[in-house]
T-cell receptor
């Protein structure tokens, strides 16, 4: 149980394109989801906390207009990288916590490798 | 911000040996978690230890937590080639729902 599906798993696109990444909790409800960014051989950096039905909370230094987050349902959060440029190339990972179960492990998707040409 | 420091950054051992990784953190926590990441994949949760616990076991994994020193260790016994991965500690800070990850240890098990 507690499966998180992330789609797509990889995407290559031209500079200036907007890219949408989906994060779905398949067998549980997730009021809160998290979006991370990971550069090669580095750790995960939290970008934002996505809350169902409300605005996301962004970490310091993360551009809200660049990384649009929508959490319209209890099972889906999306991250849109707007007007992507080569420096946005990275591995993006989402995670989710089960509604009503605080202090429990986060469940992670398999990540999306984004390459901007 | 990254608050966790992990040691060593990389570890290479022979199959069958034990592997120990250490993690230090800076603030008060609710719990500390260890995750594994295979190359190019997401994270898999291994074990969670609460702030009022000192040691926890799960199969070949043993985790200790010393809140006075703000440190934790992960021991993998009788290592296998399939244990090759990066291992991250993450702290669940009090008053915050988010996790803060350490820098990770890249573990290589040589057959």
């Amino acid at each position: 149980g507690a499966v998180v599906s992330q789609h797509p798993s990889w995407v290559i696109c031209k500079s200036g394109t907007s890219v949408k990444i989906e994060c779905r909790s398949l067998d549980f409800q997730a009021t809160t989801m998290f979006w991370y960014r990971q550069f090669p051989k580095q750790s995960l950096m939290l970008m934002a906390t996505s809350n169902e039905g409300s605005k996301a909370t962004y970490e310091q230094g993360v551009e809200k207009d660049k990384f649009l987050i929508n959490h319209a349902s209890l099972t889906l959060s999306t991250l849109t990288v707007t007007s992507a440029h080569p420096e946005d190339s990275s591995f993006y990972i989402c995670s989710a916590t089960q509604t009503g179960r605080p202090n429990q492990p986060q469940h992670f998707g398999d990540g999306t490798r984004l390459s901007i040409l | 911000s990254q608050q966790g420091e992990e040691d060593p950054q990389a570890l290479s051992i022979q199959e069958g040996e034990n592997a120990t990784m250490n993690c230090s953190y800076k603030t008060s926590i609710n719990n500390l978690q260890w995750y594994r990441q295979n190359s190019g994949r997401g994270l898999v949760h291994l074990i969670l230890i609460r702030s009022n616990e000192r040691e926890k076991h799960s199969g070949r994994l043993r985790v200790t937590l010393d809140t006075s020193k703000k440190s934790s260790s992960l021991l993998i016994t009788a290592s296998r080639a399939a244990d090759t991965a990066s291992y991250f500690c993450a702290t669940d800070e009090r008053g915050a729902q988010k996790l803060v990850f350490g820098q990770g240890t890249r573990l290589t098990i040589n057959p």
